[in-house]
């Protein structure tokens, strides 16, 4: 790809990974992950996404100003997040979780029920915002040789 976004998306598509071009996107990020993921949800505002949240990043969310509908995780009762995955109401995912016992179980479910409902998944917030790098650049995708990328390149050098 010329770009980042664009190689990151032909990369996906080369390993079976779709991502969506609409729909619920969940996030769910751990604490030292949530500045980041301010970024990574206006991303996906941007291209049309709405957004479900747990009630920490939902609070992160609405205090930058993002637009999201807070979800119930698992141990906080029905309807929540494992509930709608299943139910085919989220088009993407995007969880990352602390080191503790509680919070891995319930990511355990999350991840699990998206596994079997074949929702695309990032569970590093550096692969969120790939993913959303490359989204933007979905329907930019074209196909270029490597003899092609390597004259540019030279062309770039040689100033």
């Known amino acids: 790809g010329r770009t980042f976004g664009e190689a990151f998306v032909k ?3 080369g390993a079976g990974t779709i991502l969506p071009k609409s729909g619920k996107v969940f996030v769910s990020v751990k604490n030292n992950d949530k500045p980041r993921a301010v970024e990574v ?7 049309g996404f709405e957004l479900l949240a747990t009630k920490g990043t939902a ?3 609405n205090a930058a100003g993002v ?3 807070v979800v119930n995780k698992v141990t906080e009762g029905r309807p929540h997040i494992v509930d709608m995955i299943k139910n085919q109401e989220v ?4 969880n990352t979780v602390e080191e503790r016992r509680n919070a891995i179980a319930d990511s355990r479910q999350i991840r699990t029920s998206a596994l079997l409902a074949r929702v695309t998944t990032f569970t590093t917030i550096f692969g969120a915002e790939a993913a959303v790098e490359g989204m933007r650049h979905m329907d930019e995708l074209d196909v270029i040789s490597v003899q092609e990328m390597h004259a540019q390149l030279a062309a770039q050098a040689a100033g």
Not at 41 to 47: E, F, H, N, S, T
Not at 91 to 94: D, R, T
């Open 41 to 47: 949800a206006q991303g996906l505002v941007k291209l």
């Open 11 to 13: 990369s996906q598509l």
């Open 67 to 69: 637009p999201c509908t």
């Open 59 to 61: 609070a992160a969310f």
């Open 91 to 94: 088009a993407l995912v995007i």
